[in-house]
Structures are given as C-alpha cells and as structure tokens.
C-alpha cells in the first residue's frame, strides 16, 4: 500500500522518503525494480530519476519530517489483531517528531486504534501532545490491486483528523492526491468505514457460497440465477461463488471488527463469524466436488493427477497469501491425489513447496485426470481448456460448458 502512495506523492511534487524495515524490498526498490503489482519498474525508475523519492530502512533519515504515512501490515496472529507493526512503526517516527508535523496511520484496524494506540506512542517518544503540537489522523487504503478503472487517483479517499486542524492538514494532503477526500468526523468513524467496507464483502461471498452449495444439491444453476438477479437495476448487488477468500484483507478484517466487539461489548459479532466459516470451508466443498466429479467418471481422488490452475487467491494477480489454493492443496494431497499447479502471475518464491509447475498446454490439461479452475486467471486459454481436459471442475464459472466432463462448484 505504502509504495503506490509513494509514486503518487513523488508525482505531485513531495519529496518522499519510503522507510521500509525489511532490507531486501529496500534494496530492489533502490535498484528500480518494483515488486508491487501495481506500480511499474518504469514508475519506479522515474520517481528514483526525479531525485525525490529515497528507500531506506533507516528511520533516522526522517527527521524533520512534514508528513508521515503507516502502512504496516495489520495480521491476525493466533486470530487476535496484530498491532505490533503500527506500534513498532510509531514508536519509531515519535523521536522524528517536530511540532507542526502531521502523522497519518493507514492500516487497515479496528476503532479506536489512532487516538487510543497510535497517539500515545507518539507522544510518549516525543515529548509532544497531539492535536497541540502535531496532527494525527486515519485514511483508510482502499487500493483494489488489479483494478484498471478505480486506481489510487480515481478512488475516493476517506479522510479524518482528531482535531479540526488535524482534518484540515490531513484532507489538503490527500487533495493533493486523490480525485476526491470524504472527511468523517473522527478516526473512529474512519477505521470503522474501512472494516464496513470488506465485512460487506465478505458476508455477501459468504451468502453466493453458501448458495451455491445448495443449488448444486437442488439441482440449480446458481451462476444463470445471479447473473438474472443482477438485471435488477436497483437493491441488489452482484456477488459470484469461489473456492474461498483470501489475501490480505477478507480472511483478516473482519475478524478485527469481531474481536473488538467481543472484546469490548462481550457479544459475538455474528455475521462475521458465520462469514468466516462459510468462506473458510469453501476449499473443503471444492474438494468434495473434486471426488464427486471424479466418481462420475468412475475415479477415485486417490492416485489421480489433478491440475490446479491459479493458486493466486485474486484473478490476475500473484498475490497467494492467505490464498484458497494452499488449504485446497493440502486437503487433496491428503486424499493420496498427485497434485500440479500452473499460475502464470505467481512468483517462484511464493510457489507452493512441493508442488510441480507446470505450464497450462494442451498436454498438461490432457494428462491430468482432473483439472480445478482456482483462479479465472485472463492469461488462460479457456477454450483450449476444455478442449483438452478430461474433466474440469470450474470453481469460477469461467470455463463454458462445452461438454458434460466440465463441472461447477
Ligand atoms: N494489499 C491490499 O490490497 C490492501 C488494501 C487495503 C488496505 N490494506 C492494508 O494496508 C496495510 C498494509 O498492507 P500491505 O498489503 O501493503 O502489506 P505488505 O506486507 O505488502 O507491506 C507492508 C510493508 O511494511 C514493512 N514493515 C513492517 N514493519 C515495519 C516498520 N515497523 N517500519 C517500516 N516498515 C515496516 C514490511 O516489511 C512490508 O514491506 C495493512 O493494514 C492492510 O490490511 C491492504
């Protein structure tokens, strides 16, 4: 999140210096080599050229700063929040810190954690008292990686201060930026937006999956039925099943949301909960259909060579982490199943250990017994695809069916 941000400010004049503790990312991105998606070598290559942009990992160099920027991750461990990176993060800008500075968190959190996590770390190592002496706000990333229309620019960015002073500092900053600021009235409101916005996302997959599970028992088409709900011009929202959630966001918000909840109120959030675990059994459901799909064809998992296409948990992107394909890999090795994979956007240090890759040919798809549709990936050839295979089993609707060997969730 942190280095998209970056170009931006670079282009609008900032100077920018992007503080990164991991020194390898420092490295590459001081060498012009981008590991962002998003952001172009090309990009990178200019801002470095226009003098204005300096990796480091090196705090110290941020003295005297105006403006400070966190985009720590925010992870789940043991499936409590995880705010070590932001305290970490602020424990090292508040010696930096000078009055008249401004401090934004944009990691993705639960309420409360500016004014009640970030701010008195900053005061603590600073001597200084916020909203007095400096600004501190929360703007929520709403980057969707991948996404050619809503980039950094074009998507609204909500923005808010602890203080009027903060909110001013902080919205003429980011106008300077994004198309468009929407203030909120305090950090609070912000951080809740955020978690709004993907607990929606993620209780409404979790509503198609559960679906699909029962129109494939009913005998219905689930993918015919949402494409003729979302004619409705109005009042409904179009959501399409998968194997699974995964990434950085959807596994991991709402849990912040459900934790603060039970934390604080002693309830059980209890959408999120049933979302959790509808959406982290797809890949169990994706598996079971494996062994029906393959009974059809009077197989057993066992022994069969199954092709994976796509292990990235998004289409179009290498991003694997916290992806549906990991589990569904380990529940069909489990089954005595000789697993392979192919994923054209995956880098090979984030391949699956132990796993083949192999290229999506006409060969590969004919020699395997079973071919999962994980990710519908532009890159592959779906026609070919279901040409060559013996039989697919279609987690995304992608592969038209052509025969009676393709399958859906
Ligand atoms: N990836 C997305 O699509 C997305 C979208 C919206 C919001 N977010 C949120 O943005 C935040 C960052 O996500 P990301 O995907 O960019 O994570 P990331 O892991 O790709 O990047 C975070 C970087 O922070 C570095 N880091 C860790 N501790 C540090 C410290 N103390 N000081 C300096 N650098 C440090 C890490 O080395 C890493 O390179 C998270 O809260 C995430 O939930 C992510």
Not at 52 to 58: A, L, V
Not at 110 to 120: D, F, K, R
Not at 305 to 316: C, D, I
Request: net charge negative; with cysteine.
């Amino acid at each position: 999140m942190g280095l998209p941000l970056a170009m931006r400010a670079v282009e609008v004049g900032y100077h920018v210096l992007g503080i990164d503790l991991d020194s390898t990312r420092a490295e590459s991105l001081a060498a012009g080599i981008s590991y962002v998606e998003d952001v172009s070598s090309e990009e990178l290559q200019r801002a470095l050229k226009s003098g204005r942009f300096q990796p480091t990992t090196e705090y110290a160099q941020a003295e005297g700063f105006d403006i400070a920027v966190i985009t720590v991750p925010t992870p789940l461990r043991d499936t409590l929040p995880d705010l070590s990176f932001i305290e970490a993060s602020a424990s090292s800008i508040a010696p930096m810190l000078t009055k008249g500075a401004t401090v934004v968190l944009e990691s993705t959190t639960y309420p409360g954690t500016t004014e009640e996590v970030l701010v008195p770390l900053l005061e603590e190592g600073s001597g200084l008292i916020g909203g007095r002496d400096f600004h501190v706000g929360y703007s929520p990333e709403r980057i969707d990686p991948g996404n050619k229309v809503w980039g950094f620019v074009e998507t609204p960015k909500i923005v808010s201060g602890i203080d009027s002073t903060s909110l001013t500092k902080i919205k003429a900053f980011y106008d300077k930026l994004v198309r468009k600021t929407v203030p909120v009235r305090s950090p609070k409101e912000a951080e809740l937006a955020k978690l709004l916005e993907n607990t929606f996302r993620h209780v409404n997959i979790a509503l198609v999956n559960e679906l699909a599970i029962f129109a494939n028992q009913l005998g219905v088409n689930v993918w015919d039925s949402i494409d003729a709900a979302a004619t409705k011009p109005f009042g409904f929202m179009k959501f399409t099943p998968g194997p699974g959630v995964g990434g950085h966001c959807l596994p991991v918000d709402p849990s912040y949301l459900s934790w603060q909840v039970r934390r604080t109120l002693g309830q059980t959030f209890r959408f999120v909960e049933l979302a959790n675990d509808v959406n982290d059994h797809m890949p169990d459901y994706v598996v079971q259909r494996s062994i029906e799909v393959l009974n059809d064809q009077s197989k057993s998992l066992r022994g069969s060579r199954v092709l994976l296409a796509g292990v990235s948990y998004k289409k179009n992107t290498g991003d694997n982490r916290e992806a549906p394909a990991a589990r569904i890999i380990e529940l069909l090795t489990g089954y005595g199943a000789r697993v392979v994979a192919t994923d054209p956007h995956v880098p090979e240090a984030q391949w699956p250990k132990g796993i083949e890759r192999v290229s999506l040919s006409p060969d590969e798809v004919a020699a395997s017994d079973l071919v999962i549709l994980v990710t519908d990936h532009d890159a592959f050839d779906y026609p070919m695809l279901a040409k060559n295979a013996k039989t697919v089993l279609d987690t995304r609707n992608r592969v038209k069916k052509s025969s009676e060997t393709v399958y859906t969730l």
